[in-house]
């Protein structure tokens, strides 16, 4: 067995921060209980076929498989200055795992050749970010990190190897001006955030609906409007909150020549006119989103 090299939470940070991650945190490996009482609650999840429920449930244990939960984020936001009456392509379609993905793999590679077991895991994303202190939920059920918003990719990593320093938190942080503010309540073309924020019916979200095309649950709006010509994600909510005002990005995201959508392969921008997504669709390879593209989008841009 490869002997193991001492490693400090300082030179964990230190490299971390050599390779663009923006923040990381950690805490001992423990389970989640608030969001294992949330899941409970959530029925409609219960039939999903994208994700089986077992995946869900089985997201809030993570004690005893590992000592520590190590969390990265990473800042992937690009802009969201959409060509008027183009179809939109979201910055997370576009950067958000090309971006992250690449930093946890080098994170991965430093714990392994220090001689310790790392691998990712299926830990709830938002709730361990908290628990590791690097930041809170807001009312979109979206995760703002501490000082960068949130355009943000979460990737949580288990470990074997026990950190010197233990910052736990607790796995729900609300921001008190986030508490205060309705606006990304309001401005839902869908309504798919409760009233009350903090909760989200998923199968009405828009980045749900045309990510997740083949998924059966999912609810098109009575009003093909209120899709806003989102070819692929939504970040409404995130657009106008006023937490990501003024952030200053780094920008530096991988940014991939291409992104595919079901098949359809399209130039990595921030989106496309109708000719070109006429011209394109043919490559597309699910009949449901085929049917988002035909009946709702292009219907859509037809009654302007």
């Known amino acids: 067995m490869k002997s193991t090299q001492n490693i400090t939470s300082e030179s964990l940070k230190a490299y971390s921060n050599s390779i663009g991650v923006d923040k990381i945190g950690w805490f001992d490996a423990s389970n989640f209980p608030k969001y294992l009482k949330a899941i409970d609650e959530r ?9 089986p429920f077992e995946q869900f449930l089985s997201a809030g244990y993570s004690g005893g498989q590992y ?9 992937y936001f690009f802009d969201n200055n959409y060509t008027k009456d183009d179809f939109k392509i979201s910055n997370y379609t576009r950067f958000c795992w090309q971006t992250i993905e690449p930093k946890a793999d080098l ?45 943000v990719g979460i990737r949580t990593i288990g470990t074997d190897f026990k950190i010197d320093e233990n910052n736990e938190h607790d796995e729900q942080i609300v921001n008190t001006l986030c508490a205060k503010c309705n606006k990304c309540v309001n401005v839902c073309p869908t309504q798919c955030i409760d009233k009350e924020g903090y909760k989200i019916n998923p199968t009405k979200c828009i980045s749900f609906i045309n990510r997740h095309a ?27 909150c006023p937490l990501n005002a003024n952030i200053k990005h780094k920008k530096q995201v991988i940014f991939s020549k291409g992104i595919d ?22 490559e597309v390879n699910s009949l449901e989103y085929k049917r988002y593209i035909c009946e709702y989008l292009l219907e859509l841009k037809e009654q302007k």
């Open 214 to 240: 083949e998924e059966p649950s999912k609810i098109y709006p009575d009003d093909i409007n209120q899709l806003g010509g989102w070819l692929q994600g939504c970040e409404i909510c995130q657009d106008v």
């Open 107 to 151: 994170i991965i590679n430093y714990l392994e050749d220090k001689g310790y077991k790392a691998e990712r895991t299926n830990t709830p994303d938002r709730a361990a970010a908290c628990k590791a202190g690097l930041g809170f939920i807001g009312k979109n059920c979206m995760f703002y990190a501490y000082d960068i918003g949130s355009y």
């Open 67 to 75: 000592n520590t939960i190590i969390v990265l984020v990473v800042d």
């Open 43 to 51: 029925r409609e999840l219960y039939n999903f076929q994208y994700k």
């Open 261 to 282: 959508l079901y098949g359809m392969k399209l130039k990595n921008r921030n989106s496309i006119s109708k000719n070109e997504l006429i011209e394109k669709m043919k």
